[in-house]
């Protein structure tokens, strides 16, 4: 019997711990030390232990369901064909015994698998929530309560972004249930409890504090975990995790282990973050995000520097969606968005999340940072699923050509340009959406090599100046020269039209 809990091997948490930061490094080291409780340190209203936690079990433990799960999948169960050089003297041995294998009609028979994880119930009606990837793909969810009865479920809805999924019983009785609390309210070193079903034992209650909030660990588009040294196991996800007032603060969904179990780092979705979700899929059946239709990147030390920009914050548009909220509000390739909405966007990754859970059709003012000026724009938030629709369905545009190429050199940047014509966007597979000035050589040991241009890419804008030829290029930067800088913020597209900010330094 399989047990659901996503966990994330060796090779990931490593590049989990690069993108968590010094700071979050710091707190990331605290929790394997056991330095519980930094965020209440010199704080006299900081909650101490408590004594035991077997009161607050028993009032939780009957709303605390197990899950199970099952799928039928066809395929051979046999052995896969290992690699035999050619000519050995096994490779006639192998060749019969795997050709007898196939002709076995066992082995191609379709057969069930079953996997076993938790959930909880949000209404004695009987709505239960647990993890999408724990009923993902299954033909029978079969819902365990804790007293041992049983009941088949429905799916209502779920949602992949969030890992969250919906399920509907039908009890004889009302049935236990537990309510949401504030994850916003949630400390660094506060107490949690979390109840689950690790490798199909039922009922099993641990405790731990929160190690850190707001974690990104590249799970989806809106991660900002609650990550807990609660042992959490596999079997675990979509169980509750509950603050010491009872109340849900988290779904619990993933792990960092090279084994597979708990070494004290799991990770929760934030019930703020569910909390919309599951109302969505409850009247909807499906989820309605906003839709602000750009594509955005990390303002960095280097690009808040070429823009004038006093320190790194907010979310830097790199493209913007045709037909999109962002388009008929007259947002622009090049703008920084620091608010939406009255909400500052320090981070990059906090504007999804944030147009995420803005009202579908809502006006929001949007300030952003235009070539030096602050400006706020007017945008009415689109929905997001039909986005995501339109993207899918989007045909390729009309090109507008250049007459003939023009090559130039751009030593500053260690480059050969030339104006994109016919001949250049086939030979480097251009895709038609992009003008601009096409890099048709790059220096090796030049600034552009080392900023990961490639022959093939078009540079789109200079300093937030669009580009039409090769020798504006050179015009734009000597421009910059003149003005002191010591280097260029360029919007580089690749033949695929994806376009990213990068910033070169001149060379001497």
Known sequence: MAVEQRSFPREIGRRIGRGIGRLGAVALAATLIGTAGIGGIGDASAKGAPDSFADLSETLIDAVVNISTSQRVSGSRGLPMPNVPEGSPFEEFFDEFFDRKGDNEEEDRPRRVNSLGSGFVISEDGIIVTNNHVIAKADEIVVNFNDGSKLPAELIGFDEKTDVAVLRVQPPEPLKAVTFGDSESLRVGDWVLAIGNPFGLGGT?????????????????????????????????????????????????????????SIGIGFAVPANLAKNVIDQLIEYGETRRGWLGVRIQTVTDDIAESLGMDTAKGALVAGVSEGGPAEDGGLETGDVILEFDGRPIDEMRELPRVVADTEIGKEVDV????????????????????????????????????DGPKSTTVSALGLDLSDLNDELRELYQVDESIAGAVVTEVDPAGPAAERQIRAGDVIVEVAQEKIASADQVQDELEKLKDKGRKSALLLVANPAGELRFVVVPFED
């Open 205 to 261: 209650v641990t405790a731990g504090i929160v190690s850190a909030r707001n974690r990104d660990i590249n799970a989806g588009p809106y991660d900002s975990f609650i990550q807990t040294d609660a042992s959490i196991n596999r079997g675990n996800s979509g169980g509750p995790l509950f603050d010491m007032d009872g109340k849900v603060v988290g779904i619990n969904t993933a792990i960092i282990s090279p084994s597979g179990g």
């Open 367 to 402: 300030k952003v940072l235009r070539k030096g000026e602050e400006q706020t724009l007017k945008v009415t938030v689109g929905r997001l699923e039909e986005g995501e629709k339109l993207a899918a369905l989007k045909d390729e545009q009309d090109e507008a050509e250049p």
